[in-house]
């Protein structure tokens, strides 16, 4: 379980996830190793799953996101496997998620203009194995990322 | 424009999007470069906006938020609620970490993290429902997510 200290020291890393080991230690006022070895323990407990970089894909000239909501053909037995298995495959799918509810499966995927996005669509895309149904929501602008979680 | 990166680059972007805690040294090993050109190329892709920062990537479950829903969120009134109102009412809603401005069936996509169903319910409620020109809601549950590399 989470102490005050693991607490304090998610919350300020959430606040700025640049900042280093040295930096969260010179923060909180503790020695450098034991920010550490407590970085450590968040990670083998699994709390921490990663530190990633961000890649910005409009910079590399990605200027279209779209998100694909997606029904499988749920009377195929492994539909799910295949497909996801199949999704992967696929360069241009930068995230995949499932759900319970209306919608099945839900994937992220960029394209560096309105024509590369038809041809993804076309030949890759609806190639993907038992969709049932398949709607897309383009992406306009962020409103809110992904702000702190009140730890 | 994605001839701004070459193939070292890609190899480099790989390792980091996996791993952003390596030292430049650590990603040179990685893709076979020196630490010293490993870094000046790390800080080329950061200069160049293309490695925008890190991001933690937290089990939620173990941080005691067990729920994640993604709501459509279409407005009932467009025209008469306008969309800033609509957009700084909901970014004002501390369970909703994401809003994404959309076009096609709904208007917003949103990410709302909830402690459980009855912490989600409240939020739903009291929250997301008592927004300016709400009209159409659809709930889904996340049940797992992955992230994947990308064209690199």
């Known amino acids: 379980m989470l102490d005050d200290i693991d607490r304090h020291l998610l919350r300020q890393w959430q606040a700025d996830p640049d900042l280093t080991a040295t930096d969260l230690a010179a923060i909180l006022g503790l020695p450098a190793a034991r920010v550490s070895r407590r970085i450590d323990r968040l990670r ?8 990633h970089g961000v890649i910005d894909w409009g910079a590399l000239g990605y200027a279209v996101e779209v998100s694909l909501r997606i029904q499988l053909d749920k009377t195929v037995p492994g539909a799910f496997d295949r497909f996801m298995d199949a999704a992967r ?28 996005w038809q041809t993804l669509y076309r030949d890759r895309i609806l ?6 149904e398949i709607e897309a929501l383009m992406h306009v602008a962020n409103v809110k990322t992904d702000q702190s979680l009140p730890i | 424009m994605t001839d701004l990166i070459d193939a070292t680059d890609r190899a480099i972007l790989r390792v980091v999007q996996t791993n ?8 040179g090993r990685a893709v076979g470069l020196s630490q010293p050109a490993a870094w ?3 800080r ?9 920062g890190r991001e933690l990537s937290f089990d939620m479950e173990k941080l005691g938020f067990g729920v994640t829903v993604f709501l459509g969120i279409k407005l ?3 025209g008469r609620v306008s969309l800033e109102d609509f957009e700084r009412a909901v970014a004002a809603i501390p369970e909703v970490r994401r809003v994404e401005h959309v076009l096609g069936r709904y208007d917003y996509r949103l990410r709302i993290t909830a402690r459980d169903l009855a912490d989600f319910e409240r939020v739903l409620r009291r929250r997301v429902m008592a927004l300016p020109g709400v009209g159409e809601v659809e709930a889904n549950v996340l049940l797992s997510e992955e992230r994947l590399p990308g064209p690199l």
């Open chain 1, 127 to 132: 190639t993907l194995p038992h969709i049932a």
């Open chain 1, 44 to 51: 083998e407990t699994g709390v921490l799953r990663g530190v």
């Open chain 2, 40 to 42: 000046r190329r790390l």
């Open chain 2, 20 to 27: 952003a805690t390596l030292s430049a040294g650590a990603v």
């Open chain 1, 89 to 116: 495959k696929v360069p241009e799918v930068t995230q995949m998620q499932t759900f319970l509810g209306r919608v099945d499966l839900r994937l992220t995927v960029i394209a560096r203009d309105m024509g590369h």
């Open chain 2, 76 to 78: 009932a009134t467009k």
């Open chain 2, 44 to 52: 080329r892709l950061r200069d160049a906006g293309i490695l925008r």
